[in-house]
């Protein structure tokens, strides 16, 4: 009896369907579905910016071997060791808590700041508290500090992988400028009004510019030097030593790729959002124009060469990355899912309406979350920081916390 594709999800998404098995290889009907469901929502989530961002899309007519390569994360056990790039409004502080939590759990060794924030950003690695392991090396860094992998690899244990998360170059531009106090800056600098330093700085970029950072400021948080390297050489290198590049407008999808190549669980992975939504208050009121937003970008675009071919290289992998996995459709309804069930859990006992521990079972995994996680699910990169010095190094005088 042949099936249309589309009775099937139509079936899928009202439930009227109890239990029918239709082989299809050697999976059931309900797990079809759900990767019917999963390809719906993963397909028409990417069409909100595929023209113009020219997002790489799932290769549908992937040979089906590809798609059933085992990973052997049985041999090489879950990554303890690594060192996340935080790229400034790249959803770093949501990474960051993330992996400070991981690192609490595993009491995995840590580097955290002397002072209230980063690692001496943007000079040389450095400023951060001693190892309290015998060998004086971490086992995580997750803040702000200058990539350079031969420093890097130098302050971690053997065997580190690097990671980072990027953004659409724009995008990610549009928030650094607001989060850096640009527009201020540029008005007490200049005289120039705070609704037009945006439009103002796109004009002449070079003249206004006030310090290297502001040029292709992604490409600066991964150790790139413009006057001293040259774009595509250094592409190589990040393409060489990044195990893993995230991409921010695909999130859940990054997550799905994270668990995969770091071995980890479902529960690893569940992460909070924090500092999403800024709104840009720089802009005059013909923001909202479609037109002056292209032309505002095509500006960007030809300024920030760099960040934008950082942005296509790794795009093209992190979609290849994504063919490449056995069933990622089947496992980003999974992330998807136990996000949700873990989130509500966590603001019903936020809101002490539970106390209970609870067991979500997702897929093949058990994830099993209480009172005490959630509030570590619930703690920013800045009291994240502030709680593990206070663990840590009681004896150390707290500085106060910047707000930055």
């Not at 549009?174 to 103002?200: A, C, Q, V, W």
């Not at 003249?207 to 250094?234: C, I, Q, R, V």
């Not at 019903?348 to 539970?354: L, M, P, Q, S």
């Not at 058990?366 to 959630?374: E, S, T």
């Amino acid at each position: 009896m042949l099936v249309n594709h589309t009775s099937l999800v139509s079936l899928c998404t009202t439930k009227r369907l109890v239990l029918i098995f239709i082989v299809i290889g050697v999976i059931s009907f309900a797990n079809y579905c759900e990767i019917l469901l999963s390809s719906e929502i993963h397909q028409s989530r990417k069409s909100v910016d595929s023209g113009r961002r020219e997002f790489k899309t799932l290769d549908e007519n992937l040979p089906q071997e590809a798609n059933q390569k085992p990973r052997k994360c049985q041999i090489s056990g879950p990554q303890r060791v690594f060192g996340f790039i935080k790229i400034h409004k790249c959803a770093g502080d949501t990474m960051a808590a993330a992996f400070m939590r991981l690192a609490e759990e595993r009491d995995s060794e840590i580097i955290l700041p002397k002072g209230s924030w980063n690692l001496n950003w943007p000079h040389e690695p450095g400023d951060y508290l001693p190892s309290r392991k015998k060998s004086r090396k971490f086992d995580i860094t997750a803040l702000h500090m200058m990539f350079d992998v031969q420093k890097w690899k130098i302050r971690l244990e053997p065997g580190a992988k690097f990671i980072t998360m990027i953004r659409w170059p724009y995008a990610q531009f549009k928030s650094h400028f607001g989060y850096m106090n640009y527009p201020r800056h540029l008005s007490e600098t200049y005289g120039i009004l705070i609704n037009d330093t945006f439009d103002k700085f796109l004009a002449e970029p070079y003249k206004l510019a006030a310090s290297f950072e502001w040029h292709n400021p992604m490409m600066f948080d991964l150790g790139f030097k413009e006057w001293k390297h040259d774009t595509e050489s250094y592409l190589k290198i990040l393409q060489g030593n990044l195990s893993l590049v995230m991409i921010q407008d695909y999130f859940d999808e990054s997550m799905v790729l994270l668990k995969n190549e770091m071995c980890w669980s479902l529960r690893d992975i569940m992460v909070r959002r924090f500092n999403s939504g800024g709104k840009h208050y720089f802009f005059g009121p013909k923001y909202k124009s479609s037109d002056i937003e292209k032309q505002r970008e095509e500006k960007y675009r030809r300024y920030a060469t760099a960040d934008f071919q950082l942005f296509e290289v790794f795009n093209q992998t992190f979609w290849e990355k994504i063919n490449q996995t056995p069933n990622f459709n089947k496992q980003l309804f999974e992330y998807r899912k136990a996000s949700k069930l873990v989130d509500q859990y966590c603001n019903a006992v936020k809101k002490k309406r539970e106390k209970k521990s609870k067991v979500f079972t997702v897929g093949n995994e058990n994830i099993r979350v209480d009172v005490i996680f959630c509030k570590r699910y619930f703690t920013s990169t800045l009291k994240y920081i502030e709680r593990l010095k206070t663990l840590r190094y009681p004896t150390l005088q707290m500085p106060g916390v910047s707000s930055r």
